[in-house]
């Protein structure tokens, strides 16, 4: 009876073991189903169950899904893979397809021998496969036709099934061995929770998720059903199983997507982390962006969640910037915990970027406590509350943390400097930066610190003179601090350029090309091109060109950097018209590159197409509206050579009064370029006219030649005698009163102008083109006695004119010094005859010859206009004179003649 009744009684516990789901659950069949209809070839009946986790991350399930759609037993369109398989691992990859592989194969087990289920049980054991291992154990169990039962030894595969993870092996050894314990637990008692879940509708991941409760922590128990639970789809398991992982574990990313995928708000946070600081995986900012975004609008979002997508929305990372979408987020932020200074301080500092600083100062005001950044912030915001008002509060607050050697400071206060609107102690401001560079571990800000040194002695170097360092010294280490700040490596490519160190600046330039930036190819062409002019092997001078050209074509098919294309549509036009690449380009193609720079704004190109016009240049007809035009443009930018040119422009047009203007503009503005432009005009000037020369003038001509290079010095007092009729006593009186130097023209060396400022052709078609040089070219005509008469008064002339410019140069100053003026009516006398004498009354003028010059003898130095004027009337009278005599005198041979 009692036999009878355990067998009974096992009968019962097989049969409930193999409706493990109890009365409540009888119609609703879970992964264990599918596995045993799929084991059976009852595929139909599979595809029931498995049609519900269709592109769900129950990684158990995703093999048997994707087999059941590739052999049509499951129809489902459109499932995109999971985002997570792509970061699984070998060892991930193999438990999970344990299962799958092992039902696959079950079928042709049960046809097998026992001695090759024992031979297969031994790989099986190898390969660490619980399901392959549980299948020969049902084998062993209920026996086949070539297997003897062995309920033993099915018990003792049943453990190594279990070990190796297939929970079904409890489920067996419950009804084998119901007592057998396992880490603390019996079997039974551990079958009992999972029927018991499973009997409430829940899946087997929910059961194996309650069991991993039941154990301490970290117990061994805990660990292998949370790991299960995690295989068969539960959220928080998976999300548990993840952060049991290191940061950055590759299994830690894995899981935590699949958590994520069943919509868990911090999985949905942490693999969002995960993709921003590339943890586990590379950067993925719009990965990022996608989970902080689902995180933000999940209904159990926290104030994380809101701060987090905010700071995205605000940073543009992944998405495109949006402060308004920022200040949204950070405003939820705000209303669900206003204790937050983190979330204060962001909010702040948000609405300050979009100009509601009035709300944004109470707010960056509370969170200034919380670091330097904040209180560096907070005065930020004060300066466009109000600049003017709130100045010297922001400059103390500056001044205090860049003492403290906060970076951002000190280069504020560097841009105050900069700007004009404070005085400070720039040695004090260095050793702030020098404090701050030594405790800074940022790179990048120690970069951009050095970077901020390098404007100051660029811009401020007069103040910088007693220092050995060089602005090219400080951007050297802006690089050293951080090789890959672009900002700091193209400052220092342009600074060697600068200094003509163009290879050195060329090793930069194309580390920045390849770096992707697309504003340097101009920079790299002109660095190509100043090496074929230094390259003295006429081969490696033409590849230099053709590389200039080709990087001045890469920058020109770049439209989003117009300067940058202007000049280097300036720079090819260069290239060209100087003849380095062949062959040459027509004139249209030519000018059309020189129209580009000029209407991109580049002042040289604007300089050379302004010269075009003026002198049909290029097949260009003569404008001199347009030539005009261009000058004007080039001159607003500061352009030297546009400014001779513009003036040289007016003697053709014959405004005196505005090449006057601006040849005195161009002394004050330029002293030693103009007066070093002059001397070399006229040298150009001497060089066409000597050719008319006879040698009979040869020492006129050097006398002439010693006269203007007086006019280059400084006028000596012993070098011009007093008029005797001045007293000694008043002549010292005089001296006394006088005494502040000489005005004077400082001489330099002869500068060769670059090309694109002052053109050769300009100077020389200008010098050929005028009235003075048809005159000489004219006097060829004549005999030799009417030619040496033509060049005489040619020759006076020119004296005539380089007096004039002196005295309009002398018109533009307001202390003209008498003996100055003195010397220049001592060379009137030599070039047009005459003396001085004083005439009557108590004027006492001076007259040349019989002319009154209208100049008084003053007691003390002239700083009037009005005998500059006299002075100016008096030479125009006296060469009106002198030509008149030289009229009436030919008049006369003419008559003798007939």
């Known amino acids: 009876m009692r036999l009878n009744l355990c067998v009974l009684c096992y009968l019962l516990c097989g049969m409930f073991a193999l409706n493990i789901y109890g009365a409540e659950a009888q119609d609703k069949k879970f992964l264990f189903d599918g596995i045993k209809h799929y084991e059976r070839g009852e595929y139909s009946q599979a595809a029931e169950v498995f049609k519900r986790y269709v592109g769900k991350p129950v990684p158990v399930a995703i093999p048997f899904c994707q087999d059941l759609i590739e052999n049509g037993h499951l129809r489902v369109e459109g499932i995109p893979p999971l985002p997570s398989a792509e970061f699984v691992d070998g060892d991930e990859e193999k438990k999970n397809q344990s299962w799958f592989k092992a039902a696959k194969e079950y079928a042709d087990l049960k046809t097998k021998s026992q001695k090759y289920l024992l031979a297969r049980l031994s790989g099986a054991r190898n390969m660490q496969s619980g399901p392959l291992l549980y299948l020969i154990g049902t084998l062993f169990e209920e026996g086949t036709s070539s297997v003897k039962q062995d309920r033993q030894k099915a018990i003792e595969i049943y453990m190594e099934a279990f070990k190796f993870r297939d929970p079904r092996a409890i489920l067996s050894l419950a009804r084998l061995s119901p007592s057998t314990n396992v880490w603390g637990f019996t079997v039974q008692s551990i079958q009992k929770i999972i029927l018991h879940v499973l009997s409430k509708g829940r899946d087997e991941g929910h059961a194996f998720f309650q069991l991993s409760r039941q154990a301490a922590e970290k117990n061994e128990f805990l660990r292998y059903f949370l790991y299960l639970a995690a295989q068969f789809g539960h959220a928080q398991a998976q999300f548990d199983w993840a952060t049991s992982h290191c940061s950055g574990h590759p299994q830690s990313l894995f899981w935590m997507m699949h958590a994520a995928e069943q919509n868990n708000c911090t999985a949905l946070s942490a693999s969002a982390y995960a993709f921003e600081k590339g943890e ?115 400059v103390e607050i500056y001044t205090k943390l860049a003492s403290q050697g906060f970076l951002e400071a000190a280069a504020g206060i560097a841009q105050f400097v900069l700007e004009g609107k404070i005085q400070f102690d720039l040695p004090r401001l260095k050793s702030f930066f020098e404090s701050g560079i030594a405790q800074e571990k940022d790179s990048t800000l120690v970069a951009e610190a050095y970077g901020s040194l390098y404007d ?7 103040q910088f003179v007693q220092e050995s360092v060089t602005s090219l010294d400080i951007i050297r280490k802006a690089v050293e601090a951080n090789p890959r700040h672009i900002g700091a490596t193209h400052a220092l490519a342009k600074e060697l350029k600068e200094v003509e160190k163009y290879s050195e600046a060329l090793d930069y330039l194309l580390f920045l090309e390849k770096a992707g930036k697309r504003d340097i190819f101009n920079d790299i062409g002109a660095c190509f091109s100043s090496l074929g002019i230094k390259e003295k092997q006429g081969k490696q001078r033409k590849e230099f060109a053709l590389k200039a050209r080709n990087y001045f074509l890469k920058q020109i098919a770049v439209e989003d950097f117009p300067q940058e294309r202007a000049m280097a549509a300036y720079n090819l036009y260069a290239l060209y018209n100087q003849g380095r690449v062949t062959p040459p380009l027509p004139d249209s193609e030519l000018l059309s590159y020189l129209k580009m720079g000029a209407e991109g704004g580049d002042p040289d190109a604007q300089n050379d197409l302004g010269a075009a016009n003026m002198l049909e240049l290029h097949g260009v007809l003569q404008n001199f509206d347009e030539a005009e035009r261009l000058f004007k443009l080039a001159v607003a930018q500061g352009m030297y050579g546009a400014k001779v040119n513009l003036m040289q422009l007016c003697s053709l047009k014959g405004d005196e009064a505005s090449f006057s203007r601006l040849f005195n503009e161009l ?50 007092a012993s070098e011009i005698s007093p008029p005797a009729s001045l007293p000694d006593a008043k002549r010292e009186k005089e001296d006394a009163d006088i005494k502040e130097g000489t005005y004077t023209v400082a001489t330099a060396p002869i500068a060769t102008a670059p090309i694109a400022t002052v053109p050769h052709t300009t100077l020389k078609d200008l010098i050929t083109s005028n009235q003075l040089s048809a005159a000489v070219s004219s006097s060829k005509k004549l005999s030799k006695k009417e030619q040496a008469e033509a060049e005489e008064q040619e020759r006076l002339q020119r004296k005539y004119a380089r007096l004039m410019a002196e005295v309009e140069q002398l018109k533009g100053t307001r202390q003209t010094k008498y003996r100055k003026v003195r010397s220049l009516i001592d060379r009137q006398i030599q070039a047009f005859g005459g ?8 004027g006492r003028r001076l007259k040349v010859g019989q002319e009154h010059s209208g100049f008084h003898q003053p007691h003390g130095a002239d700083a009037k206009g009005g005998a500059l004027k006299s002075l100016t009337d008096l030479m125009d009278q006296a060469a009106r004179s002198q030509e008149e005599g030289q009229d009436k005198q030919k008049g006369q041979k003419s008559d003798i003649k007939k």
């Not at 910037?321 to 979330?343: C, M, T």
């Not at 100051?456 to 007069?462: A, T």
């Not at 060089?687 to 000596?716: H, Y």
Request: aromatic residues 12%; contains cysteine.
């Open 835 to 842: 003396r001085l004498i004083n005439s009557k009354g108590s």
């Open 280 to 394: 586990g995986a590379k950067i993925d900012l719009r990965r990022a962006f996608g989970y902080y975004s689902r995180a933000a609008h999940h209904p159990e979002a926290t104030v994380i969640e809101f701060f987090n997508f905010g700071c995205m929305c605000e940073d543009g990372a992944g998405t495109t910037p949006s402060l308004e979408d920022a200040i949204l987020w950070f405003g939820k932020a705000y209303e669900r915990d206003k204790s937050d200074l983190n979330v204060v301080n962001r909010l702040g500092l948000a609405l300050g970027r979009v100009g509601r600083y009035a709300e944004a100062s109470p707010l960056l005001g509370a969170s200034r406590s919380l670091h330097q950044k904040a209180e560096f912030n907070y005065a930020t915001n004060l300066l466009f509350l109000d600049s003017v008002e709130f100045m010297p509060e922001v």
């Open 667 to 716: 002394f004050a503005e330029y002293p030693d370029q103009f007066s070093s432009f002059i001397e070399t005009l006229m040298t150009k000037i001497e060089e066409i006219l000597s050719e008319t020369n006879s040698t009979d003038d040869a020492e006129d001509d050097a006398e002439e030649d010693r006269t203007w290079d007086m006019s280059f010095d400084a006028v000596r």
């Open 456 to 462: 100051l002695y660029d811009r401020l170097n007069d």
